[in-house]
């Protein structure tokens, strides 16, 4: 039975649909306009843009200025590009303009679909940040397009892995800046982390396209971008805590080695506060207590150590050090640790040397990033399976445009097999028998490891002629994607590689004219050769369309319906015949979720043969069910991820915002003062109770507290002696004698640079028990959720003990920086002080654990990489392009970047 909705659908559209209709009258509007933009010349064309930052600057919005800014910007699109945009991309660009996401089929344009948004947003000039996937896009897109922008006469800029400051500051300056999400996050963070304000290289946050936002905004949004630098040495906190655990009892602890969980005991627990107590390292009553998180972390750090991990089984030690056997393939892992102070409780246990830990310097999710921008829009082929994650957690709607040519792909049903090896026959036997017939076929796989297992395979069947892609490598891997569509090509890639480019059939005559006229200079032959290159393209377009098009065949189906749809959707761009068929077999990952125990004995029941394929629509059904699952699952993790970092992300918006404050204040003395004062008021407050007798009063400790806090030795004994003194009286003269040792130091030192020491001290202050609280709140998050057992929601409890930590960071940054204040000298020629140097980036690959940014730095060694036996280590010219982290081929035992490397960057 149809039910109502589909009828009421059919009767007045879907949502999306009238949301789309209702962009048609501007569509209109703007191809009214476009006889009389034809007739300006290209000085005429190009002024638009001063008339229409004047008419802003009159009061006018950008609403009002959408219809004949988008008519210039198509004109110029013309003259510039060679490229006039249809209607669907004026209705992609009206939605990207709207703080919405376009979902925009492969091949319909989004590049060109932006340079509209963009253009209007720039108008105003407080800058529009374009976030791409890769390095490779950005200075791709920001090259092409930048002459379209340079010819209505805006500015464009590109931020890339590895430029300085004053080139990052220059390029943020332009109107339109193109840069990948991991470089715009990691300038936040940086900036953040400076100590003037014209060291900073971000100009604010106002409006940002994502490229492919599906991938960023959520495969990308799983890992947050963190960077860290080395702890101070903590060695004797990790020996001392090691020592209390041979001293337990198996009654102390609790070990679930299924789960790799070890927990205290409520006599361990005493039994170890006892021992803490002694130590003189337990703060307060319990152990439990919010000031006790960190040693809890340690304590339990340790306990694993001893209780779970085994020497020549999960670790090995060698020359000195703590080497990780990777426990699937049973190698030693040589450079890797184990994070948050587990490998440091493990040389305290085989009482090897203690490394210095690294300690998180500042971190910020993507999603908390993202949704700093005043506006945001976003662009992709593949965005409405995560509507709800999108429109939950960013407001942003997904509005599917129809393509400018109806689509002739046919998507097959999927074909299931009962193993992996009958599978990959299947797949073999049909890549053989496309390309005999001509068809250029591409094979889309879940991991790089996939794509290598049926390489081997495809060479071992005699089948050479193939190319394998694995985003890596995106420069030349865009250029292979883009050839993927010549006839009787097979290209294998994963899933996520060469996106970005287009599959053309025939292959794509503009990467082709670009890599083989390079060396040509211009005349004649270099013409002949384009004319003939253009020719062999369309010839070869012509035997691909007859072939039937591109055949996407994909090895198995992802947890996520989105990935599925995106290699999908890489054929039948721009209404060229396609075709799509996913092979599966039980033992993928995906359908042993399913349950395919149970299908695998029906399917034997009913006489499935090797090699036999069982293709039902039901399956195909059964598996988006499941998908549907999987992703609901993933997304309530993120959502649940993003909770813990709201409160994080409150406080961190406080400490910055705060930081810029001081650092825009020509004078923080008044601030310092407060500060001087409440920490004096608290003193008081503590020795001398209200409604106290004088022989109540703890004169001794008082005394104590100025001398250690305020550096001041001051009467106090003699004060409270004298008669009818009240402890009003006490304070205003603790207070009188601070501000005059204040003044007089200020005086010494001259007004200007007692207000650099003042702005100096407050800001390293700051981020030095801002580092300690992000570590804090590390420790509190990986213990919080054992109060679920106690049947108290743990975010609750996170949440209220993270503010606990907060207002103890406040307090503790008065006592610091009074007591700075009270202590600091002067000493001629001072620096300025800097960030850390010695600081890392890092952001996790959310499905592979690889860090994206250790990977990407890499890459760019390959160049000029020498190898390590033929470097001459008194020779630094022999050694070629060396890793950062590669051991210095000195051999000094260090890393390339703390060692000789050092002194290339300085």
Not at 654 to 682: K, N, P, Y
Request: aromatic letters at 6%; a negative charge; one cysteine or more.
């Amino acid at each position: 039975m149809v039910s109502l909705g589909v009828i009421a659908r059919k009767i007045f559209g879907s949502s999306n649909d009238r949301r789309v209709r209702g962009y048609q009258p501007r569509v209109a509007a703007i191809k009214a306009l476009e006889d009389s933009m034809k007739a300006l010349d290209d000085a005429a064309l190009a002024a638009k843009t001063v008339e229409f930052r004047q008419q802003l600057a009159n009061g006018k919005t950008l609403d009002d200025l959408l219809v004949p800014a988008f008519a210039v910007v198509r004109e110029a699109s013309r003259r510039v590009l060679g490229m006039r945009p249809f209607d669907v991309q004026l209705i992609g660009a009206m939605i990207l303009n709207d703080n919405a996401i376009a979902e925009m089929k492969t091949g319909e344009g989004k590049t060109l679909v932006a340079t509209l948004a963009v253009y209007l947003n720039a108008l105003t000039g407080k800058g529009v940040h374009v976030v791409t996937v890769n390095d490779y896009l950005a200075s791709r897109d920001s090259g092409h397009m930048g002459k379209l922008y340079g010819f209505l006469g805006l500015t464009t800029g590109v931020i890339v892995h590895g430029l300085s400051d004053d080139e990052r500051r220059a390029a943020y300056a332009c109107d339109i800046t193109y840069a990948t999400n991991n470089e715009l996050g990691f300038d936040y963070l940086r900036d953040n982390m400076k100590y003037e304000r014209g060291q900073m290289v971000q100009r604010g946050h106002n409006y940002a396209i994502v490229d492919e936002v599906d991938s960023i905004l959520v495969d990308e949004a799983r890992t947050p971008l963190i960077i860290s630098g080395p702890l101070d040495d903590r060695s004797d906190l990790y020996n001392t805590i090691d020592a209390f655990i041979p001293a337990l009892t198996p009654e102390d602890y609790e070990i679930d080695e299924k789960q790799r969980s070890a927990n205290f005991s409520e006599v361990g627990t005493e039994k170890l506060e006892n021992l803490l107590r002694q130590a003189n390292l337990l703060k307060g009553e319990s152990l439990y207590d919010v000031e006790n998180v960190a040693i809890v972390h340690h304590i339990n750090n340790a306990l694993k150590a001893h209780k779970l991990f085994q020497r020549d089984k999960d670790y090995i030690v060698r020359n000195g050090e703590i080497v990780i056997i990777d426990e699937f393939t049973g190698r030693m892992m040589p450079g890797r640790r184990y994070s948050e102070g587990q490998h440091q409780a493990l040389e305290a246990k085989e009482k090897v040397q203690i490394q210095p830990e690294n300690q998180t310097l500042a971190s910020i999710t993507f999603q908390n990033y993202f949704r700093m921008y005043e506006k945001l829009a976003g662009m992709t082929g593949t965005a409405s399976t995560e509507a709800e994650e999108f429109g939950n957690i960013y407001g942003l709607d997904v509005v599917e445009v129809p393509t400018n040519l109806p689509i002739k792909r046919i998507d097959e049903d999927d074909e299931v097999y009962r193993t992996f090896e009958e599978k990959f026959k299947a797949i073999i036997t049909e890549i053989k028998d496309a390309h005999s017939r001509n068809q250029p076929v591409l094979v889309g796989t879940t991991s790089i490891e996939k794509s290598e297992i049926l390489a081997t395979m495809l060479r071992q069947s005699g089948f050479e002629n193939f190319q394998v892609l694995n985003a890596r490598y995106h420069e030349q891997e865009a250029y292979i994607v883009s050839q993927a569509g010549v006839p009787g090509a097979v290209t294998i890639a994963t899933n996520m590689a060469g996106r970005g480019t287009d599959i053309q059939l025939g292959g794509n005559v503009d990467m082709r004219l670009e890599r083989e006229l390079a060396e040509m200079e211009p005349g004649a032959e270099r013409d002949a050769k384009e004319a003939a290159i253009r020719e062999e393209v369309k010839q070869l377009k012509e035997k691909a369309l007859a072939a039937g098009g591109l055949y996407v065949i994909a090895t198995e189906r992802h947890e996520s319906r989105r990935i599925d749809n995106q290699l999908r959707g890489r054929s039948g761009r721009q209404g060229d015949p396609g075709r799509s068929k996913f092979y599966l077999s039980l033992q993928d990952d995906l359908m042993r979720i399913f349950g395919s125990d149970r299908m695998d004995s029906m399917l034997q029941k009913l006489g499935l043969k090797e090699g036999e394929a069982i293709v039902h629509p039901w399956i195909n059904k059964a598996l988006e069910r499941a998908q549907k699952k999987v992703e609901a699952r993933n997304f309530d993790i993120r959502k649940n991820l993003l909770k813990y970092d709201d409160v994080l992300n409150d406080q961190r918006k406080v400490i910055f915002e705060q930081r810029i404050e001081l650092m825009d204040m020509a004078d923080v003395s008044e601030t310092i003062t407060d500060m001087r004062h409440e920490v004096i008021e608290g003193m008081v407050r503590l020795h001398i109770p209200e409604r106290a007798y004088a022989e109540q009063w703890d004169v001794a400790g008082l005394k104590n507290a100025v001398r250690q806090t305020l550096n001041l030795d001051l009467p106090i004994e003699e004060w409270a002696a004298e008669e009818g003194i009240a402890d009003d009286e006490m304070l205003a003269r603790i207070k009188d004698a601070a501000d005059k040792a204040v003044a007089a130091k200020a005086e010494r030192f001259g007004p200007e640079l007692t207000a650099y020491v003042e702005r100096s001290v407050v800001l390293q202050t700051i981020d030095h028990l801002w580092r300690e609280h992000i570590v804090n709140l590390d420790h509190l998050r990986s213990v919080v959720g054992f109060r679920g057992y106690a049947q108290r929601d743990p975010l609750q409890e996170y949440k209220s003990e993270a503010f606990e930590l907060f207002q103890a960071l406040l307090a503790n940054l008065r006592e610091a920086v009074t007591s700075q204040m009270m202590r600091v000298e002067l000493v001629r020629e001072a620096q300025a002080p800097q960030p850390p140097a010695d600081m890392e980036m890092h952001h996790l690959d959310a499905t592979t654990g690889t860090d994206e940014i250790e990977q990407a730095e890499g890459q760019a060694d390959d160049v000029g990489y020498v190898d390590p036996a033929d470097r001459d280590p008194q020779d630094p010219t022999t050694w070629g392009k060396v890793g950062r982290n590669e051991a210095c081929p000195c051999g000094s035992g260090k890393k390339y970047k703390h060692c000789h490397g050092a002194f290339e960057q300085a």
